[in-house]
C-alpha cells in the first residue's frame, strides 16, 4: 500500500489532482472555521461549552455533523453540504413521481446536466430556508437553548439579513467546491467534504471521552471503533453477483456478445440515505414541540408534549431506538424500490441479448431480480440499523455531545468508511491505467 501511494505521488498528474483535492479541503476547513460577521465569537464558545448536548445539540446535530461543528458556531459554512444533499435526495425521489425528471434522467449526459442543473437551483433556496431558521433561532436563544448570552450583538433586521446572506452563499461555495473537487481532483466533492468534516470532530470526541471516563475507556472505545470498521468494511464489500449470459449477435461484419459477465447487488444497496431520512424525521416531532411551546402559555401540559417527552426526546431510551431502528428499515426498502426497478433492468438485458441462465428474459427476469433485491434488503438493513443505534446503546460511554458525534458508530463512521473506499478505488483505477500496482494487492 506504501508502495502504492509513492507511485501515485510520483505520477504529476494524479499528485496534481491530489493535492489539489487536498487544497480545496483545507479552504472548507478555513471557512467552516471563520464566524460570520455580526456574530460574538467568544460568547458562542462559551454557551456551546454550557449547553453542549442539550435538545438543540439533538435536533441539529445531524447539520452540525456534516458542517463539521460549524453550524453551532454559526460560521460562513455553517449550513455546509446539507442543502445539495436534501436538494439530490428531493429530485432522485421526484424521478419516480415526475415524468419529465424521468425522460430527462434517460437522456444521457445533456439530461443529467439539466437535471444537476434543477438540483443547484433547488439546494440554493433550501439553504435561503436553513439559514433563516438557524438564524432566528440564534437570535432568540433556541439554537443554544440554556445559555443566557447573546450570541448576535446586533439583532436588527438589516444585519440578521446579512448573515443569512453570507450564510447562503457560504452554502453555494461549498456546493461549487465541492463540483470542483469532482471534476478536477480524486473522488466525489461533496462525499469528501464531508469526509473531512466528520473528521475534523473525532479527535475533540476523543479527548472527551478520555478526559472524562480515563483510558481504560478510551482504550475499549478505540478497540470497539477498529471492530466495527472490520464489521462495516466487510459488508459494505458485499455483494450478491448475478450471472449474466450475452448471445452472441452480427453488427455489420462484426461480431459482438457472447461473454458472461454478472450483475452485483450489493448487501447495502440503499448506502446511507436510510439513516438520514430517518434521522431527520425522529427530529420532527421535537421541533414541532419547541415550536408549540414557544407559543403556548402552559409549555409541557398537553399529550403531545408528554409523548415526546416520554418517547422521542432521550436517545438512550428503549422506545427511542426501536422507533429509529424501524425508521431506518422501513426507509432502506423505500429507497431500494425508488432507486432499483427491476423492470428496467431485466429491459436493458432483453434490448442487448443478456439473460439469467435459467430464467427467460422480461417478467421472469425482473421477478427474479425483485425476489433477489428483496432477500438482501433485509440483512442490509438489519446491519444499518445496528451501526444507527450503536451510540444510542452506549450513551452513557461517549462525550456529553451529539450521540451522533460518537467516533465509534452511526452516520459518521458509514460515510467515512464508504467515501474512503470509493477514493482508494478511484486512485487505485488511475493507477492501473498507468500499469502501477494498485493499494489492494
Do not use: H
Not at 62 to 89: D, E, H, K, R
Amino acid at each position: 500500500m506504501l508502495s502504492a501511494f509513492i507511485s501515485s505521488l510520483r505520477t504529476a498528474d494524479l499528485r496534481r489532482k491530489i493535492l489539489f483535492t487536498l487544497g480545496v479541503v483545507l479552504l472548507y476547513r478555513v471557512g467552516a472555521s471563520l464566524p460570520s460577521p455580526g456574530v460574538n465569537y467568544p460568547n458562542v464558545q462559551e454557551c456551546i461549552a454550557q449547553v453542549s448536548g442539550g435538545e438543540s445539540g439533538q435536533i441539529y446535530s445531524l447539520i452540525n455533523l456534516f458542517s463539521g461543528g460549524a453550524l453551532l458556531q454559526l460560521s460562513v459554512f455553517a449550513v455546509g453540504v446539507m442543502p445539495y444533499i436534501t436538494a439530490s435526495i428531493i429530485v432522485q425521489l421526484l424521478t419516480v413521481v415526475i415524468p419529465r425528471f424521468e425522460q430527462l434522467r434517460k437522456e444521457g449526459q445533456a439530461g443529467q446536466s439539466k437535471m444537476t442543473q434543477y438540483t443547484r437551483y433547488l439546494a440554493v433556496a433550501l439553504a435561503v430556508l436553513q439559514s433563516t431558521s438557524i438564524v432566528a433561532l440564534a437570535a432568540n436563544g433556541g439554537l443554544l437553548q440554556g445559555c443566557t448570552l447573546d450570541v448576535i450583538d446586533d439583532q436588527a433586521i438589516f444585519s440578521l439579513v446579512v448573515i443569512v446572506l453570507v450564510m447562503t452563499a457560504g452554502a453555494t461555495l461549498v456546493m461549487w467546491m465541492g463540483e470542483l473537487v469532482t471534476e478536477r481532483g480524486i473522488g466525489n466533492g461533496m462525499s469528501l467534504i464531508i469526509f473531512a468534516s466528520i473528521a475534523a470532530a473525532m479527535p475533540g470526541e476523543g479527548k472527551s471521552i478520555l478526559d472524562s471516563r480515563g483510558g481504560m475507556v478510551f482504550a475499549a472505545v478505540c478497540a470497539g471503533a477498529l471492530l466495527i470498521i472490520i464489521g462495516v468494511v466487510f459488508v459494505e464489500q458485499g455483494q450478491r453477483r448475478i450471472p449474466v449470459q450475452y448471445a452472441k449477435r452480427m453488427v455489420g461484419r462484426r461480431m459482438y456478445g457472447g461473454t458472461s459477465t454478472y450483475l452485483p447487488l450489493k448487501v447495502n444497496q440503499a448506502g446511507v440515505i436510510p439513516v438520514i431520512f430517518a434521522s431527520s424525521l425522529i427530529y420532527i416531532p421535537q421541533l414541532i414541540t419547541q415550536l408549540i411551546q414557544s407559543g403556548s402559555s402552559n409549555p409541557g401540559t398537553g399529550w403531545w408534549d408528554r409523548f415526546v417527552a416520554e418517547y422521542l426526546t432521550d436517545p438512550s431510551s428503549p422506545w427511542y431506538i426501536g422507533i429509529y431502528f424501524a425508521l431506518i428499515i422501513f426507509f432502506t426498502y423505500f429507497y431500494v424500490s425508488i432507486t432499483f426497478n427491476p423492470d428496467e433492468r431485466a429491459d436493458e438485458m432483453k434490448k442487448f441479448g443478456g439473460f439469467i441462465p435459467g430464467i427467460r428474459p422480461g417478467k421472469p427476469t425482473a421477478d427474479y431480480l425483485r425476489y433477489v433485491l428483496s432477500r438482501i434488503t433485509l440483512p442490509g438493513s438489519i446491519y444499518l440499523g445496528v451501526i444507527a443505534v450503536i451510540p444510542n446503546l452506549f450513551l452513557s460511554v461517549g462525550s456529553s455531545g451529539p450521540v451522533q458525534n460518537l467516533p465509534f458508530g452511526g452516520v459518521g463512521v458509514l460515510i467515512m468508511i464508504g467515501v474512503g473506499l470509493d477514493t482508494v478505488k478511484q486512485i487505485e483505477s488511475q493507477l492501473m491505467q498507468r500499469n502501477y500496482e494498485g493499494f489492494l494487492k
